[in-house]
């Protein structure tokens, strides 16, 4: 076994890429709020943390907050579950490295959901950031500590999504860049070299690897202690009529 820290990405279906901020993936259908499957996920994945108990990171797009039924959600989850914490997974969904680079707009972006997350959360907020879809290129990782962000969970260090790492394709690149900052990277579980992680759980054969490497995960840690980071989204619990768990002995 070995020790694992758990996150869950908070996207709903409107954050994704092929909704929204993606330069060629996004077919521009912009939506508002919590939508209903989303409110069906929450409501399961409530239930499965309430049965668990598990330590686990929640990665908050901050624009979220905005919404009263997302806002009130958290803020309950938070007052029952002292064990949780959150992080920041940008203010919107923007996929940053998939457009010219753009530091002004990025460090204003990250500021702005800083502080309205760590309003929000309180004691339960940590200075740990993920890039929105895992679109992280080398130039953002200095702005990321400049915004005052003291670890990044952002790199899937697969060739498979090698394209998302910024303008050389290189994860080696962006973790260089993070360590040169000073920041502390905590990348996701990879098997065989090909992800394990959010959208890898429900994709044919990736989600069959995924399986095997998750089942050897634990104890449920925070970062500092973690040999392994592994992420999957709130979203996930409403597939398979609520029942959806994911791959771990909990
Ligand atoms: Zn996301």
């Known amino acids: 076994m070995r020790p694992v820290w758990l996150t869950v990405d908070s996207d709903d279906i409107r954050h994704t890429p092929s909704s929204q901020g993606h330069p060629t993936r996004s077919k521009g259908a912009p939506h508002e709020g919590t939508s209903n499957e989303m409110k069906n996920a929450m409501k399961a994945f409530r239930k499965w943390l309430d049965r668990t108990q598990v330590t686990l990171t929640i990665f908050v797009i901050a624009d979220q907050l905005d919404d009263p039924i997302f806002n009130q959600w958290l803020s309950d989850l938070l007052k029952n579950h002292p064990q949780v914490t959150i992080g920041c997974h940008g203010l919107t969904h923007r996929c940053w490295s998939a457009f010219p680079e753009d530091v002004d707009g990025f460090l204003a972006a990250i500021v702005e959901a800083d502080i309205k997350l760590h309003k929000f959360a309180g004691d339960a907020w940590r200075p740990w950031f993920r890039a929105p879809a895992g679109y992280i290129a080398p130039w953002m990782a200095p702005v990321i500590a400049k915004a005052g962000f003291e670890l990044d969970s952002s790199v899937n260090p697969s060739w498979l999504v090698r394209k998302k790492a910024g303008p050389w394709k290189d994860w080696n690149a962006?973790?260089?860049?993070?360590?040169?900052?000073?920041?502390?990277?905590?990348?996701?579980?990879?098997?065989?070299?090909?992800?394990?992680?959010?959208?890898?759980?429900?994709?044919?054969?990736?989600?069959?690897?995924?399986?095997?490497?998750?089942?050897?995960?634990?104890?449920?840690?925070?970062?500092?202690?973690?040999?392994?980071?592994?992420?999957?989204?709130?979203?996930?619990?409403?597939?398979?009529?609520?029942?959806?768990?994911?791959?771990?002995?909990?």
Not at 185 to 196: A, D, I, N
Not at 221 to 226: G, S
Request: glycine share 8%.
């Open 174 to 250: 962006v973790e260089n860049a993070l360590k040169d900052s000073g920041l502390i990277s905590r990348p996701w579980l990879t098997k065989f070299g090909l992800p394990t992680c959010g959208p890898a759980l429900s994709i044919p054969f990736l989600r069959w690897n995924a399986k095997r490497a998750w089942s050897r995960l634990g104890p449920f840690v925070l970062p500092d202690e973690a040999e392994e980071t592994v992420y999957w989204h709130i979203l996930d619990h409403g597939k398979k009529n609520g029942q959806w768990r994911p791959p771990l002995i909990t």
